[in-house]
């Protein structure tokens, strides 16, 4: 069975401060990977996805993934936070049906 | 997601009730989803259906039952709520073709007193 850790429960960083969320996942297969966001009050949101192909991968709101199969990880960047940014990430993996295996996700906290 | 409608969005209720949480899509979407969000546990499933006459169950689907009225409506229900069964619940829907993600609905926070 699959599974997804996000080492991190809580990231604080200043704004305009570059950003890492970490992402391990465990799968047999090639995966199937995302990242989603949520902000208070709302669903999640696709931030960008990796199915196949070249390994970073560009998503909304200028973010970004690796997917680095030799480390099993998909880390998610972006070169300059802003105070929007904060809230809570979280990462996936799917298997060819599609059916997605969340990590507990990330809580970003941005300082101004 | 605009496309993926739930309601209520907050419900309070006692022990012992039933409660019948909605989803509705626009989109004509055949498969759709239910999870449940705790903090720090992320989400997890509880049931999914590829069809109106294909439901399954997830990971978490003891306590719960789903209905497809039809393929734009997928309701979850829990027939005699308990307090560990207060969480945030999202429905999602999902394209059949390859390489589509799921897009999630805003949630019902439910709490059982």
Not at chain 1, 7 to 33: F, K, M, Q, W
Not at chain 1, 95 to 109: H, I, Q, S
Not at chain 2, 90 to 105: I, L, M, S, T
Request: aromatic residues 12%; contains cysteine.
């Amino acid at each position: 069975a699959q599974s997804v850790t996000q080492p991190d429960i809580h990231i604080t960083v200043s704004e305009g401060a570059s950003l890492e969320l970490r992402c391990n996942y465990s799968y047999g297969a090639t995966p199937y990977l995302f990242w989603y966001v949520q902000s208070p009050g709302q669903g999640l949101q696709l931030l960008l996805k990796y199915f196949s192909g070249d390994t970073l991968v560009q998503g909304i709101k200028g973010f970004e993934a690796e997917f680095k199969r030799s480390q099993s990880s998909f880390n998610l960047r972006k070169p300059s936070v802003h105070w929007s940014d904060a809230a809570e990430y979280f990462c996936a993996v799917a298997t060819p049906g599609n059916m997605l295996t969340f990590g507990g996700g990330t809580r970003l906290m941005v300082k101004p | 997601d605009a496309d993926v409608t739930q309601t209520p969005r907050n419900r309070i209720t006692k022990t012992g009730k039933r409660i019948m949480l909605e989803c509705s899509q626009t989109k004509g979407h055949d498969r759709m989803y239910w999870y449940r969000q705790d903090p720090g546990l992320g989400l997890q499933l509880i049931y999914y259906s590829f069809d109106v006459k294909d439901i399954n169950k997830g990971e978490i689907s003891d306590g719960y039952s789903v209905s497809r009225q039809a393929q734009a409506k997928f309701s979850l229900s829990l027939e005699s709520a308990i307090p560990n069964q207060t969480a945030l619940y999202f429905c999602a829907r999902r394209q059949v073709e390859r390489n589509q993600p799921q897009h999630f609905g805003d949630g019902t926070r439910l709490s059982i007193l």
